[in-house]
């Protein structure tokens, strides 16, 4: 299973710009990556998946890298409710398996 | 719509018991997968049904059995209980089951004690 690396913990502040790194050099070419966050108490939340090109949705932009081994995840303006931990995945074609990893805990400030 | 349902919320049970938790998927989602999270920890996938068959399974003993029924909910029974496998056990569910591009739901999760 391709692995992915993210830093532990970041903080921002409220209303601010989010860049959440990830790195997976080892992402085959069918490999979608993947981002979910996992606010306290509750299960992980689906935030946005691309494979090649970036992506918007309205939730937050995905931008790869050209050569796919790294991407970022970007929230445009952090609010308290962004607080949670941000996991970045690999995930294979063909399945529904997701490999997390420990993820990046972000806190946001007022 | 409703979202991925779980029952019980919580549960605590003694080593050496079993124990059932349930998952009532999205409707009209035929892929039902299962993830055990320990505290400090990201989630773990168990299992994957897709339209009743196994799809995959992650690295967990056999102590750990699952089941999908017609209606598509979910069943996950650990047998043999290990004060290790407290933790808190989620469900996802999908439309497809079978494509990267797929957007998977979580339920909230049951938290299993054990003493």
């Known amino acids: 299973d391709a692995k992915t690396t993210q830093p532990n913990s970041m903080e921002s502040n409220e209303e601010e710009p989010v860049h959440l790194p990830c790195n997976h050099s080892?992402?085959?070419?069918?490999?979608?990556i993947h981002w979910y966050r996992q606010l306290p108490s509750q299960g992980p939340e689906y935030v946005i998946h691309?494979?090649?090109s970036n992506v918007n949705n309205r939730m937050a932009s995905l931008a790869i890298a050209e050569d796919r081994k790294s991407s970022t995840l970007i929230l445009h303006r952090a609010t308290l409710r962004d607080a949670a931990v941000y996991y970045c995945?690999?995930?294979?074609?063909?399945?529904?398996?997701?490999?997390f990893g420990t993820g990046t805990r972000l806190q946001v400030f007022p | 719509d409703a979202g991925v349902t779980q029952s019980p919320t919580h549960l605590i049970k003694t080593r050496g018991q079993q124990v059932t938790l349930r998952c009532s998927p999205i409707?009209?989602?035929?892929?039902v997968s299962w993830y055990q999270q320990v505290l400090g920890q990201g989630p773990q996938f168990i299992f994957q049904?897709?339209?009743?068959?196994?799809?995959g399974r992650g690295n967990f003993p056999d102590r750990f059995s699952a089941r999908q029924f017609p209606n598509y909910s979910s069943e996950l029974n650990v047998n043999a209980l290990l004060l290790g496998d407290s933790a808190l056990y989620l469900c996802?569910?999908?439309?497809?089951?079978?494509?990267?591009?797929?957007?998977?739901?979580f339920g909230p999760g049951t938290r299993l004690t054990v003493l």
């Open positions: 996802a569910s999908s439309r497809l089951g079978l494509a990267a591009a797929n957007e998977q739901f």
């Open positions: 080892t992402i085959s070419g069918t490999d979608y």
């Open positions: 691309g494979l090649t």
């Open positions: 995945i690999l995930r294979g074609y063909n399945t529904d398996k997701l490999i």
């Open positions: 409707s009209g989602h035929k892929s």
């Open positions: 049904y897709y339209e009743k068959e196994e799809r």
